[in-house]
T-cell receptor, first 114, second 114 residues
């Protein structure tokens, strides 16, 4: 069955430390891949997306993600976390033949220690 | 440019009632999608409308319905409310409705069913 997995439900990092959030997908073909962030009481904001080409994608707010076909992964990274990055992060996939329907992972809640 | 707006932001209903939620997309966007977000099930796709036509539908019972108007505004309706319908309902708009297109999310309507 097609699925998106975010193995880490909660992650806590210290401000200034690096961050990596994991995302794995299970689809027959390479899907379109997205990372969204949701702050408390807010909707979702797109951080970055991958369709094809360069496997390292740059996004907003200093985030980047790397697509690894062999591992079916699309992990999100940031070299130095700021307190304002505390939020919930969602990995999502879309398929070319499914309009813009997105399937989301369960999310990872990031907490930032001062 | 104004973002996606959703009204109302909060709703309290009782079991058995029905409810209508509204979504106004970004000006010029023709695709509107709806998602349900709950702590237990996460983010789940409800349906997508493009140019007043439903293009995709998620795995929800027929009590969940929607429509889109000629100005791209969309409404979703839930009839015979159940306790499990308590959720944050998010709508998203995009220009073309293609998988590659960025979707912009509204802040959501939080529905509480008592």
């Amino acid at each position: 069955a097609q699925s998106v997995t975010q193995p880490d439900i909660h992650i806590t990092v210290s401000e200034g430390a690096s961050l990596e959030l994991r995302c794995n997908y299970s689809y027959g073909a390479t899907p379109y891949l997205f990372w969204y962030v949701q702050s408390p009481g807010q909707g979702l904001q797109l951080l970055l997306k991958y369709f094809s080409g360069d496997t390292l994608v740059q996004g907003i707010k200093g985030f980047e993600a790397e697509f690894k076909r062999s591992q079916s992964s699309f992990n999100l990274r940031k070299p130095s976390v700021h307190w304002s990055d505390a939020a919930e992060y969602f990995c999502a996939v879309g398929l070319n033949n499914a309009g813009n329907m997105l399937t989301f992972g369960g999310g990872t809640r990031l907490m930032v220690k001062p | 440019k104004a973002g996606v707006t959703q009204t109302p932001r909060y709703l309290i209903k009782t079991r058995g009632q029905q409810v209508t939620l509204s979504c106004s997309p970004i000006s010029g966007h023709r695709s509107v999608s709806w998602y349900q977000q709950t702590p237990g099930q996460g983010l789940q796709f409800l349906f997508e409308y493009f140019s007043e036509t439903q293009r995709n539908k998620g795995n929800f019972p027929g009590r969940f319905s929607g429509r889109q108007f000629s100005n791209s505004r969309s409404e979703m309706n839930v009839s015979t409310l159940e306790l499990g319908d308590s959720a944050l309902y998010l709508c998203a708009s995009s220009l073309t409705g293609l998988a590659l297109d960025t979707q912009y999310f509204g802040p959501g309507t939080r529905l509480t069913v008592l």
